[in-house]
């Protein structure tokens, strides 16, 4: 039924281009970092859209949308479809938004064609998925997972002290539904791989099974401020060359642990930050990542004997806070399977493939039967203003996500 029923690929283009309007990046990416003005403004543009096409709009107590579109049977739970609208500091036009307005295409199609659906349909924003504003990732769909405590998240803060809690409000967008209760029947998230298989297998849909992975650490090392010119090489607690002698490690613990480890160094705060004295203390972030759970619990151990080592080979004073734990995920079977006969009765070439990145789709697996549809992104390159997708590629994934939720839905 409705297998003729095609997503309209230039309206999804426009759309994201519309949204890149706002918060947009100096090199033609985006930047619109969560619970901003510019996060505020993009949700409004996409809430403005649902409502065009008549959806009804919740929004629970940690910012999450819910854009409804009614089914006959309103006994049963949505299907939905979403992702995220914050990006990084110097995001891509595409990561987290093409599966918000994936969905919202969906939605549209369905209204236009006056189809309907058994359950309803629901196109889904996910609050702070990036984690670069306020750590951890994920975040609300953590929350939404139970994976999170929802005053935890609240309290969580960014560099110059404000809360989740006072920026959602801030921006009206603290909802009077408690995270969680929202019911969903399945999730369905549309993303560009940020990888470079599906362009070196040349296919076009990946059909997301599971997702690595990923722990979050802080680190302090503190040695002691001192004179650049007067103090002498020997017996200087300086910080920054231990930080940069661990971060050597933290590199070379992932190639030691190849092929799938990885790790990254991506914040970093050097105090006094002053070109004359010797710095007497480091704080920098630190990121694991390996598909395999007793691999990366192997890095985490590595990293922690390696931080220790270094601090007495430096005489600085170390701490480190994890402050994220997040093992590999497997997505619900019927769901990879009607993505993947979506997939293949489209005529799509796919193949099956694990996330590299973190998705919100990884947290919210943990309580409602959940895949990923991936589509190629050039040069595999995202978490960057030059990120960039095919339109054809997105009109694909997009297609794949209606026949995929029709399914799930009838
Ligand atoms: O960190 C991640 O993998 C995601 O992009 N937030
Ligand atoms: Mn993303
Ligand atoms: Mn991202």
């Known amino acids: 039924m409705h297998e003729d029923i095609r997503v309209n690929g230039d309206r999804l283009w426009d759309s994201i281009m519309a949204m890149a309007e706002i918060g947009p990046g100096q090199q033609g990416g985006s930047s619109r970092l969560a619970l901003t003005d510019a996060d505020r403004a993009g949700r409004d543009l996409f809430v403005g859209w649902c409502r065009e096409i008549g959806c009804s709009i919740e ?6 949308i819910f854009a409804q579109r009614a089914g006959r049977d309103s006994a049963r739970a949505p299907v939905a479809a979403g992702s995220h609208l914050d990006t990084q500091p110097h995001g891509g036009r595409f990561d987290g938004i093409y599966g918000v307005l994936a969905a919202l295409e969906v939605l549209r199609t369905l209204h236009e064609r006056q189809v309907e659906t058994g359950a309803a349909l629901e196109a889904v924003v996910w609050t702070n998925e990036e984690g670069s504003r306020f750590a951890p990732a994920m975040i609300a769909s953590g929350v939404y997972a139970g994976l999170f405590d929802k005053e935890y998240a609240w309290a969580r803060a960014d560099s110059e002290g404000r809360t989740i809690g006072e920026e959602l409000r801030r921006i009206g967008y ?8 929202h019911s969903l029947g399945a999730l369905l998230e549309a993303h560009i791989e940020q990888g470079p298989i599906l362009e070196a ?3 076009q849909i990946g059909v997301v099974i599971g997702g690595q992975g990923q722990r979050w650490y802080d680190v302090v090392l503190r040695g002691q401020d001192s004179h650049a010119g007067s ?7 300086d910080a920054l060359v231990a930080a940069a002698d661990l971060i050597g ?3 070379a613990l992932a190639h030691e642990l190849a092929p799938h480890a990885v790790s990254t160094v991506g914040e970093m705060t050097v105090l006094p930050n002053s070109r004359n004295t010797i710095p007497g203390e480091v704080r920098f972030s630190v990121d694991l990542r390996n598909p395999d759970a007793n691999v990366l ?3 985490d151990t590595r990293f922690r004997a390696d931080t220790e080592a270094v601090a007495e080979r430096h005489g600085v004073a170390w ?3 994890q402050i994220w734990d997040k093992p590999p995920v497997q997505f619900d079977s019927a769901c990879i399977a009607a993505v993947e006969s979506a997939a293949g009765d489209l005529g799509y070439r796919h193949q099956q493939i694990v996330s590299g990145a973190g998705h919100d789709a990884c947290q919210v697996c943990e309580v409602v039967p959940t895949s990923m549809i991936f589509v190629p992104c050039a040069g595999g390159l995202s978490h960057n203003e030059a990120e960039s ?6 009109e694909a994934g997009c297609n794949v996500l209606l026949r995929a939720m029709l399914a799930l839905a009838q």
């Open 59 to 64: 929004i629970d107590d940690m910012g999450n």
């Open 174 to 181: 603290l909802g009077d539904v408690p995270c969680g209760e």
């Open 201 to 203: 297998e040349h296919n």
């Open 231 to 237: 103090t002498p090489m020997r017996g200087r607690r």
């Open 249 to 251: 490690r933290v590199q």
């Open 297 to 299: 619990a192997e890095m």
């Open 319 to 321: 701490q480190v806070d």
């Open 389 to 394: 997708a095919e339109p054809a590629d997105l």
